[in-house]
């Protein structure tokens, strides 16, 4: 679990592709941030191979280098900029590399990052990555390159993405963009801009050609994956009101979890991420229905102080989040529960913070993401508050935070021993090579000798021990879905 609550940013991730047949130019891209920039960074590797360029793990071979941004807090961004002063060096040997910014940073930034980054001859926005075989052709010309226009249709529903090559067992299916909960901190929607969501008949034919290539578990993706609406495109914005919207024929985000695991019963499903307000009750009567679905929602509460919640512009209260956790294990009582938490945002008191340590208590969920306040500019909480929480007061919180977080994660990992959890094996347990290691339904890390199984794998595992992140069993036979 340490990764799960310390790390700001993932760590970069480069893309690595089979090689088409012609290509005769390298292309090295790497990937920061949420599950969003890794799916549009399959994306981009997919419009590229067709304009010449094969992907290579050698960044000193590259001629064109792509880096894909995150801007949610300060120091995701200091990590592209170090990042950035490598590809430097490496330009230095071999002039002929062209550099480029894709996703939040380019887009928030702007023209201003060629100035600020002299080497970066390209700034690419989430929303523009089609227009990259123009933008190539310009910096290949000699001159900068700049597209950060948003979107009010793109959804790359018509792109084939294609896999990182590593496991090809778990795969992203991204189902909208962007995001209209204007919450006080964050960045989103001006990066990534308003939400759309993607032809249902699109999601299921990538489902279709995952599932033919032998794929086993697919993540629904989106920044708000329960807003999910599709009624022949566009933004929900263009209704002029709620009937007008709900006289349109419409597929909800309950009825496209359905129509995926309906169709692809042998497909295990997660989806990410959700939010409080827009979840609905549909939703857990789909998951209860459909052994497929796996038993694990992420659900973000940010803190657990009303007043501070009405700061962030949050649409709910603590309590309103403890009635929906409560309902859904109601209907899903075997249903794992994972949370983001903010500590220190402006104006944020010890009572305040108390009241999110209360909230974690009362949940105890299964792992999480925690972070001290970081002000980004041009949100609304940089412009209407004042980061006024000294940073000594933000690091003591956040270790109290992960502190009772770990005292967490350790009872509900306890809660599974002597138990048997179906375990989809993903890969080489990284501590002993003997091990096979994947994750449960709960989205669990299970650890277990390989014996004659193999990667892609169901297998049920009886867990005899655990510790707060991982659980350790030993195979005890195929599952159903084998």
């Known amino acids: 679990m340490e990764e799960k609550v310390i790390d700001e940013t993932k760590q970069g991730q480069s893309l690595i592709l089979e090689a088409k047949e012609g290509n005769t130019r390298k292309l090295f891209i790497e990937s920061f941030g949420c599950a969003m920039n890794f799916s549009d960074s399959e994306i981009v590797a997919s419009i590229l191979a ?79 990555y089609k227009d990259l075989p123009n933008l190539v052709r310009e910096v290949d010309e000699g001159r900068d390159a700049v597209n950060v226009l948003l979107s009010k249709d793109e959804t790359y529903g018509d792109i084939s993405p294609v896999r990182i090559g590593t496991n090809g067992i778990n795969a992203l299916v991204s189902i909208t963009r962007g995001c209209d909960n204007m919450c006080t901190f964050c960045v989103v929607p001006f990066t990534r801009g308003r939400e759309r969501s993607r032809d249902p008949q699109s999601i299921l034919k990538e489902v279709l050609d995952l599932a033919e290539k032998g794929y086993k578990e697919i993540t629904l993706l989106g920044q708000n994956v329960d807003s999910y609406l599709w009624y022949g495109g566009g933004l929900k914005k263009d209704f002029k009101n709620a009937t007008e919207m709900a006289q349109a024929t419409s597929t909800n985000f309950a009825q496209l979890l359905e129509m995926v695991a309906q169709a692809f019963p042998k497909m ?24 497929n679905i796996c038993n694990h929602v992420h659900l973000p509460f940010q803190s657990g102080s009303d007043r501070i919640l009405k700061e962030m512009n949050r649409q709910h209260t603590a309590a309103e989040y403890l009635d929906l956790v409560n309902r859904m294990w109601e209907i899903l009582p075997n249903t794992s529960i994972s949370q983001d938490v903010i500590v ?43 980061d006024d929480v000294p940073e000594e007061t933000k690091k003591r919180r956040l270790t109290e935070i992960v502190d009772a ?60 021990a655990c510790t707060s992140a991982t659980l350790i069993g030993e195979a005890v036979g195929y599952s159903e879905y084998n």
């Not at 002993?432 to 193999?454: A, H, L």
Request: net charge neutral; hydrophobic share 35%.
């Open 344 to 386: 220190g945002f402006p104006g944020e008191t010890e009572e305040d913070h108390r009241a999110t340590l209360k909230l974690l208590d009362e949940v105890k969920f299964i792992f999480g993401y925690m972070y001290k306040y970081s002000e980004r500019p041009g949100t609304m909480a940089a412009r209407k508050f004042e």
């Open 268 to 291: 295990r499903i997660r989806f990410s991420t959700s939010n409080p307000q827009d979840m609905t009750e549909d939703v857990f009567h789909v998951m209860a229905k459909y052994n």
């Open 50 to 128: 067709n304009e010449g360029f094969n992907t290579t793990n050698n960044l000193e071979e590259a001629d064109l280098v792509l880096v894909n941004t995150c801007s949610i807090r300060d120091k995701a961004e200091q990590t592209v900029r170090k990042r950035l002063e490598k590809y430097n060096a490496v330009k230095r040997i071999n002039p002929r590399m062209k550099v480029g910014v894709l996703g939040c940073m380019a887009e928030r930034l702007k023209e201003k990052f060629l100035e600020e980054e002299k080497i970066v001859d390209m700034v690419v926005g989430p929303d523009a």
């Open 405 to 464: 977080q770990r005292s967490h994660s350790a009872y509900r990992t306890q809660q599974f021993i002597g138990k048997t959890t179906e375990v989809l094996i993903e890969k080489e347990s990284k501590k002993n090579e003997d091990q096979w290691s994947g994750r449960n339904e709960q989205s669990i890390v299970v650890v277990f000798p390989k014996g004659n199984y193999k990667p892609g794998d169901f297998v049920n595992v009886k867990i005899n």
